[in-house]
């Protein structure tokens, strides 16, 4: 047993599952843990309760990435890992759907937890995640677009976080659901990077309405070091919108 594990739990039969996890156990000296699930999926329920309670007696865990997670894994994962006292960073990648609001509050009970990263394959309200109180890196992935809607029910927390250092949406937002978020940043001190890739679907009139946004914030936000549009070859604003820049 080693402090930085790698486990791909539908590549083991029955028998050698079940002794593995006995063995993995409660054992303190494991900080890191790498969990995959397969395309063939051979463990029970039962099965995977056991890996959620090996999670669970892992004192000392500090990171976890689990891969390919089903919906109805969720709730032992929620059992798991809540109050998890030493969980600083946590990956959840998602094969359907998207995170529920009891998953979202119960990250925000883990009192370490200063990075996540979920890849998911439905926009979701991940606006619970903001009232977090030691979040410093949130990172949103997998799903083509984010709706307007989850978009701007991040605006109110973002505006209020104190702690928030950098927000990476990796799915395509509205020209709407940008301006809101950009519009928080006039207000927000303690986010330093933000990476969106902003929809390439719109007239030329509102790219030059963003570019202005994105200019009005960087003159009043001194505390903004990264601001990144990961689409940013499809958009062509005017002259005067760069000058402005």
Do not use: W
């Amino acid at each position: 047993i080693t402090p930085k594990m790698r486990l791909y739990v539908d590549d083991y039969d029955a028998s050698f599952f079940c002794v593995l996890m006995q063995n993995l156990l409660g054992k303190s000296c494991i900080v890191k843990l790498d969990i995959h699930r397969g395309t063939d999926r051979k463990r029970t329920a039962t099965e995977m309760a056991l890996l959620f309670q090996v999670i669970q007696s892992l004192v000392n865990l500090n990171t976890l990435h689990l891969s390919n997670v089903e919906l109805h894994d969720l709730d032992a994962f929620h059992e798991a890992i809540f109050g998890h006292r030493k969980l600083k960073h946590l990956r959840l990648r998602m094969m359907q759907g998207g995170i529920d609001a009891t998953t979202l509050r119960t990250l925000n009970t883990l009192p370490r937890l200063a990075e996540v990263s979920l890849e998911t394959k439905e926009s979701f309200d991940i606006s619970l995640l903001l009232r977090s109180t030691t979040l410093r890196k949130l990172h949103l992935g997998g799903v083509h677009a984010l709706s307007n809607a989850h978009v701007m029910a991040m605006v109110p927390l973002l505006e209020c976080n104190t702690v928030l250092q950098e927000l990476d949406l990796e799915p395509q937002i509205s020209f709407l659901g940008f301006k809101f978020l950009a519009h928080t940043l006039r207000i927000n001190r303690s986010v330093r990077v933000l990476q969106v890739n902003i929809e390439s679907t719109a007239s030329r009139a509102l790219i030059n309405q963003v570019m202005n946004e994105i200019a009005t914030v960087l003159t009043m936000n001194s505390s903004l070091r990264s601001l990144n549009n990961g689409n940013h070859e499809s958009l062509r604003p005017s002259t005067n919108s760069c000058r402005r820049i």
